[in-house]
């Protein structure tokens, strides 16, 4: 069984940054994507970016340019890198690992941008 773990939630005011990361509980080599979703109360869960194991990432327009998505192999590491965040980003943050057909998610990490 593989375990994400996120951390790196908080609270941040407009315009502000955090930093999320994924340490999954094997070698992320395995998985062919990883990336972080989020669900915002009353919506459903949507992708927010995803990495492959070849490095080549994706993100939603609403993130593009703000944030970046990186991997640390060595370490098993994901990372979510957000700038500029405005309200409409807070929400549960969550990791998500794919091999093949088979997904693994973490518990989520609450991510808060006030006014």
């Known amino acids: 069984q593989v375990q994400l773990v996120e951390s790196g939630g908080g609270l941040v005011e407009a315009g502000g940054s955090l930093r999320l990361s994924c340490a999954a509980s094997r070698s992320i080599f395995s998985f062919n994507t990883m990336g972080w979703y989020r669900q915002a109360p009353g919506k459903q869960r949507e992708l927010v970016a995803e990495?492959?194991?070849?490095?080549?990432?994706k993100y939603d327009d609403s993130v593009k340019g703000r944030f970046t998505i990186s991997r640390d192999n060595a370490k098993n590491t994901v990372y979510l890198q957000m700038n500029s965040l405005k309200p409409e980003d807070t929400a549960v943050y969550y990791c998500a690992a794919r091999q093949r057909v088979v997904w693994y998610w973490g518990q989520g990490t609450q991510v808060t941008v006030s006014l």
């Open positions: 990495i492959s194991s070849g490095g080549s990432a």
